[in-house]
């Protein structure tokens, strides 16, 4: 078992930045694939970034690449998530995921079997 909190989140206007942290504990950690989602009111979960633990390898949506930085702290168990030049429809309930296995379909939410209880970002114009 792999146990996820997430902190960081709050309320920040547009064109600031946050750093999301989510700590893991449980099973071994360095091995995970790890990623970030996001949840809008009405909207679906997407995927944000994920980092492979072993290898270093990084991926984001293609939307947000350049203002969002994932990164890992294996040593601490954390992962973040730095947010820069935030915008309004930035909003969204920010999840923590892992999975054990790397795969191809890492920008699945269906592919993680464990989540963190979420951190609420909101970015005011």
């Known amino acids: 078992q792999v146990q996820l909190v997430e902190s960081g989140g709050g309320l920040v206007q547009a064109g600031g930045s946050l750093r999301l942290s989510c700590a893991a504990s449980?099973?071994?950690?360095?091995?995970?694939?790890m990623g970030w989602f996001r949840q809008a009111p009405g909207k679906e979960r997407e995927f944000v970034a994920a980092?492979?633990?072993?290898?270093?390898?990084?991926w984001y949506a293609d939307s947000l690449k350049g203002r969002f930085t994932i990164s890992r702290d294996n040593a601490k168990n954390t992962v973040y998530l730095q947010m820069n030049i935030l915008k309004p429809e930035d909003t969204a309930v920010y999840y923590c995921?892992?999975?054990?296995?790397?795969?191809?379909?890492?920008?699945?939410?269906?592919?993680?079997?464990?989540w963190g209880q979420g951190t609420q970002v909101t970015v005011s114009s």
């Open positions: 995921a892992a999975d054990q296995y790397y795969s191809s379909d890492y920008y699945l939410r269906e592919k993680y079997d464990y």
């Open positions: 449980g099973r071994t950690f360095s091995s995970y694939i």
């Open positions: 980092i492979n633990q072993r290898t270093g390898s990084i």
